[in-house]
């Protein structure tokens, strides 16, 4: 179990870190903004329900996962968009609220497979 979290944890690194210096390093300024908006609101939120459902599989030893998704995303966005913005503790909390809601679920219909 150890190392599926240690593969989740490099996974989410890497969305949530390398996804937005690279739209920052590599995109020419005018796609910029399109390659922002399919992070915020495509690759984000999709990596949280993923990671949510697969951390709900095993709640026990990967809770954190959601938490860690949304604290690499503030943490990323800060870094390489604007320091200190508040927006982004906002999009953080959606993910974050986005991941445990999926893991939730997913755990519920794992506990009820159980039975």
Request: net charge positive; proline share 3%; hydrophobic share 65%.
């Amino acid at each position: 179990m150890k190392t599926k979290l240690i593969g989740w944890l490099a996974g989410s690194a890497a969305v949530m870190l390398l996804l937005p210096w690279a739209a920052v390093t590599f995109v020419q300024s005018d796609a910029g903004m399109a390659v922002t908006l399919l992070l915020f609101f495509v690759i984000n939120p999709t990596f949280s329900i993923v990671s949510g459902i697969f951390a709900g599989k095993s709640i026990k030893e990967m809770w954190c996962l959601p938490v860690i998704a949304a604290a690499l995303f503030l943490l990323g966005t800060w870094a390489f968009f604007d320091a200190g913005e508040g927006a982004f503790v906002i999009y953080a909390v959606v993910y974050l609220v986005i991941g445990v809601a999926s893991m939730l679920v997913s755990s519920w219909f794992c506990a009820g497979k159980r039975r």
